[in-house]
């Protein structure tokens, strides 16, 4: 049995601060034990969102020594011991109370973007073809557990503030999900140059940095959307077959 030092933030939305505690932990611990144990012996009122403490659900999401992570899959053993430990609620979303924040406009972002929509069946028995290339492509987005810790360390969301102009790099990774989906075929790419704001995005890999399902955020998702939307919008030869099209459509 030892004992590690926690700075943990207290407060709400009006204001707060650090307070220190001593807490005793055993080998392998995580954060999250020891901000539990502050929770049951010392702070009986200390607000803090989690559920599976398995790095499944996305709950415990916080900032633990200024780095967005999940508590319950953040080591004591891996964090330097020579000073306190600080863990603080997420910087991107408003302050509910202690280390819960209200990540509700997330949910809202996401009945924004265009659902997913299947074209009619291209066989006789009212079957689709899918090959298992196009199936692995976007498996990797299906893996996100919404923990929102890429939208925590976007700076466009974290310091500028833009949630009304940019719905950030989780439902970036939603969108590119929907438009590599060999079956789908609504159209999203005028929606992300303008509405979801995909050119504020200037591909610093933070958001991948911190996914903790590893998903390659920016290379595999942003990038590739931000191309499609390139195409569409900027290239001088695509804008006039557009235009060729449209006014064949007419005539």
């Known amino acids: 049995m030892a004992s590690v030092s926690l700075k943990i933030w207290r407060g709400d939305a009006s204001g707060g601060e650090f307070r220190d505690y001593e807490v005793d932990v055993r080998p392998g611990y995580v954060v999250l034990d020891a901000v539990r144990g502050v929770q049951a012996e010392q702070a009986h009122d200390l607000a803090v969102r989690w559920n599976c403490k398995a790095g499944r659900c996305g709950s415990c999401s916080a900032e633990i020594n200024g780095m967005p992570r999940l508590m319950c899959m953040t080591r004591l053993e891996d964090l330097p011991r020579d000073r306190p430990i600080t863990v603080e609620p997420m910087r991107a979303f408003p302050i509910i109370r202690d280390l819960v924040t209200d990540v509700s406009w997330n949910y809202e972002v996401k009945k924004k973007i265009r659902p997913f929509t299947p074209g009619p069946p291209d066989r006789e028995d009212g079957t689709r073809t899918m090959y298992q290339a196009d199936a692995d492509r976007v498996m990797e987005f299906r893996k996100c557990i919404e923990c929102f810790l890429c939208q925590d360390v976007c700076h466009v969301l974290r310091d500028h503030r833009k949630h009304d102009e940019f719905i950030g790099p989780r439902f970036m ?79």
């Not at 591909?203 to 991948?208: R, S």
């Not at 919008?233 to 557009?242: C, E, G, M, T």
């Open 173 to 251: 990774v939603h969108a590119a999900g929907l438009e590599m989906h060999p079956l789908d075929t609504a159209d999203r790419l005028d929606d992300l140059r303008t509405e979801h704001g995909i050119g504020y995005c200037n591909i610093t890999k933070c958001c991948t940095k911190v996914c903790p399902e590893g998903i390659t955020i920016t290379d595999n998702a942003i990038i590739p959307l931000k191309e499609r939307v390139v195409d569409r919008a900027y290239d001088p030869v695509s804008r006039l077959v557009q235009i060729v099209f449209k006014r064949s459509a007419k005539d």
